[in-house]
């Protein structure tokens, strides 16, 4: 069993940047790829960035990429993503989630565990 926990959601104006975390615990994190999620009010869950166990891997959808970064420190056992020039489409509940079966799945079905979300408010 793996427990996620994401932190460091909040409001900030577009163009502005923030970061969210999210932390692991229970199993050894780098035997888990890790993604990204989110959804905004009345959306299905999307796919944001997803990185693999080593950190060696990445790949991001294609409306963040260039301004989303994902990175893991498996020696603190939290994955991270920088959001970079934020849009107010990019509202919504962030999740984190891990898979040991896939490498930097794209598809959420792949990941095992998710966290509870963070919010990130963009105000335009």
């Known amino acids: 069993q793996v427990q996620l926990v994401e932190s460091g959601g909040g409001l900030v104006q577009a163009g502005g940047s923030l970061r969210v975390s999210c932390v692991a615990s229970?199993?050894?994190?780098?035997?888990?790829?890790m993604g990204w999620f989110r959804q905004a009010p009345g959306k299905e869950r999307e796919f944001v960035a997803a990185?693999?166990?080593?950190?060696?891997?990445?790949t991001y959808a294609n409306s963040v990429k260039g301004r989303f970064t994902i990175s893991r420190d498996n020696a603190k056992n939290t994955v991270y993503l920088q959001m970079n020039s934020l849009k107010a489409e990019d509202t919504a509940v962030y999740y984190c989630?891990?898979?040991?079966?896939?490498?930097?799945?794209?598809?959420?079905?792949?990941?095992?565990?998710w966290g509870q979300g963070t919010q990130v408010t963009v105000s335009s």
């Open positions: 989630a891990a898979s040991q079966r896939y490498s930097y799945s794209v598809n959420r079905n792949d990941y095992e565990y």
């Open positions: 229970g199993r050894t994190f780098s035997d888990y790829s």
């Open positions: 990185i693999s166990g080593s950190g060696l891997s990445e």
